[in-house]
């Protein structure tokens, strides 16, 4: 059974730090491409950040510069460290992972976890 748990939300005031984390389970982990999404009331899910499964990475234009995406293979998890906190960035945020097969992709979301920023 493939599971996605994310931990770390929280309220915080604008300007603080959060770091998101997602402990994957009943995958290969490794192979997986890992993200993070968001929602806030009203919008549609948007991508925040991913990171591939050799390492590369790439971030919304809202993010850049503030956050920052890594994952720890040995521990099956991957985190979002995000700084400098607006209250834009207050939504529910979302692990993703897929891998893409031959004729095929798996995809999976974990639960969320909710993000508050207050000004």
């Known amino acids: 059974q493939v599971q996605l748990v994310e931990s770390g939300g929280g309220l915080v005031q604008a300007g603080g730090s959060l770091r998101l984390s997602c402990a994957a389970s009943g995958i290969n982990f490794s192979r997986y491409a890992m993200g993070w999404y968001r929602q806030a009331p009203g919008k549609q899910r948007e991508l925040v950040a991913q990171?591939?499964?050799?390492?590369?990475?790439n971030y919304a234009d809202s993010v850049k510069g503030r956050f920052t995406i890594s994952r720890d293979n040995a521990k099956n998890t991957v985190y979002l460290q995000m700084n400098g906190l607006k209250p834009e960035d207050t939504a529910v945020y979302y692990c993703h992972g897929d891998r893409q097969w031959v004729l095929t992709k798996d995809d999976f979301w974990g639960q969320g976890t909710q993000v508050t920023v207050s000004s």
């Open positions: 990171i591939t499964s050799t390492g590369n990475t």
